[in-house]
């Protein structure tokens, strides 16, 4: 079982939508939680950390249910900007990061 | 300035040859790392030197070998490529290892192996 789990989509979203994606973790000792950025052909890029109670940051909201092992992450009104691939992160240990493959958002005019 | 930057970006090379990447960050964080990103997108971490010092070695055949000369370099030096060694790989730097997550990656190195 792969320890982060993503629908790779893609999310195909007309501007100024609402689009909401979730990964599921395999873990349960997992500490923190992230949503990372990738553009086509570019590096990843720190997007926000996951907080226990739920967490915004503009139009951006991440959730995390440890019960069940899942994070989620919701953008609102969304921008032709937003389009990228979104990774979902979580740290094994004190020096490991492991990443999900991605879920794709594509953001249309 | 470019706070993780990595050479070359582009790789091309034939099976069987010796070839390097370079990675230096002027950030001054103490942990650095190498992951891989193969054609499915999925990012595997490889390596993680803390202050000159391997922590993390996740199953690499050894014809992989990194080299972290001072804690703003890793470096990586792969020996008798495979076919199977095309992906891109990314060199990150963080200061507090992983526990802020906030890792500051390169812009990658495309090989490919033919």
């Given amino acids: ?109 | 300035d470019t706070a993780v930057s990595q050479t070359p970006k582009y790789l091309v090379t034939q099976m069987g040859n010796d070839k390097s990447i370079k990675c230096e960050q002027n950030l001054g964080h103490d942990t650095m790392y190498w992951y891989k990103q193969d054609s499915k997108k999925f990012l595997k971490i490889m390596f993680s030197y803390n202050n000159k010092e391997l922590i993390i070695n996740e199953t690499v055949p050894n014809r992989f070998s990194p080299k972290s000369p001072d804690k703003a370099h890793l470096n990586l030096h792969i020996n008798s490529l495979e076919l199977g060694d095309s992906a891109v790989y990314f060199c990150a730097s963080s200061q507090l290892g992983a526990a802020d997550g906030k890792l500051f990656f390169g812009s990658g190195t495309q090989l490919s192996v033919l």
């Fill in chain 1, 1 to 109: 079982r792969k320890e982060v789990e993503q629908d790779p989509g893609p999310f195909n979203v007309p501007e100024g939508a609402t689009v909401a994606f979730n990964c599921t973790y395999s873990n349960s000792a997992s500490q923190s939680f992230f949503w990372y950025r990738q553009d086509c052909r570019k590096e990843p890029k720190l997007l926000m950390s996951v907080y226990s109670s739920g967490n915004e940051d503009g139009r951006f909201t991440a959730q995390l249910n440890r019960a069940s092992q899942y994070i989620s992450l919701l953008i609102r009104d969304s921008k032709l900007s937003d389009s990228a691939t979104y990774l979902c992160v979580v740290t094994l240990n004190d020096y490991k990061l492991s990443f999900g493959a991605g879920t794709t958002v594509t953001v249309r005019a």
